[in-house]
């Protein structure tokens, strides 16, 4: 399922390019009445907008919903999200999982703005004519690099994801022409706590040659 509450508006909207004209009638009255429809059955809503029950489930299943019933097990829930107040969206009782997706998304929207064709052209230029790609993630960060290796190498690109700060350094000083080299980054800065008891060491970028964020 593509679409979890509070994004289900949202995904309605940019999906609207491959519905036909009767569901994308049936789109724009979701969007203008999401809490009547929640309430309707498939048959109440085929009467009212004049169209067949296919017709809806078809809509329903472009959206990645098995039926209707999903769907409307979803729009539900997003009416009830949209009406939680606000100083209730951080409690228990909130979807977290739709409040998950929607920071996912949200990242990914802020990506496509700050990031050009040009830029996407560029990396995968880069990436397919490395001879080995270095991806670099310290602490948290670290998950995302060994995520990073996963994919890339089920598509044939040699990766090698390293989360060790000491590590890096000597990686990044064997590194040539013919690398590319990748770090991820939230903060800028890691600590690192040695466990024999020494004092912490704070690991910047820029001691390994490079930025990055």
């Given at each position: 399922m593509d679409y979890l509450a509070e994004n289900l508006i949202y995904g309605i909207e940019?999906?609207?390019?491959?519905f036909t004209k009767t569901e994308e009638e049936l789109a724009k009255y979701i969007l203008q009445h999401p809490e009547e429809v929640s309430q309707l059955t498939i048959s109440q809503?085929?009467?009212k907008l004049h169209i067949s029950a296919a017709t809806i489930t078809r809509f329903c299943q472009k959206l990645a919903f098995s039926g209707f019933n999903e769907f409307?097990?979803?729009?539900?829930?997003?009416v009830d999200l949209q009406n939680t107040p606000i100083h209730m969206k951080n409690l228990k009782n909130v979807d977290y999982f739709?409040?998950?997706?929607?920071d996912h998304m949200g990242i990914i929207d802020h990506t496509f703005q700050i990031t050009s064709y040009e830029d996407i052209q560029k990396a995968v230029s880069l990436l397919t004519k490395?001879?080995?790609i270095h991806v670099y993630g310290i602490g948290s960060s670290g998950i995302a690099a060994h995520e990073f290796k996963s994919k890339f190498f089920r598509i044939?690109?040699?990766?090698e994801a390293i989360t060790d700060p000491h590590q890096s350094m000597m990686d990044a000083a064997l590194s040539n022409r013919d690398s590319v080299v990748i770090g991820i980054s939230i903060s800028g800065t890691t600590k690192e706590g040695h466990s024999r008891g020494e004092n912490s060491e704070e690991t910047r970028l820029t001691d390994l040659g490079f930025?990055?964020?």
């Open positions: 940019c999906s609207m390019s491959k809503i085929a009467k409307k097990h979803e729009l539900k829930r997003s739709a409040k998950l997706y929607q490395a001879k080995k044939g690109l040699s990766v930025y990055w964020r």
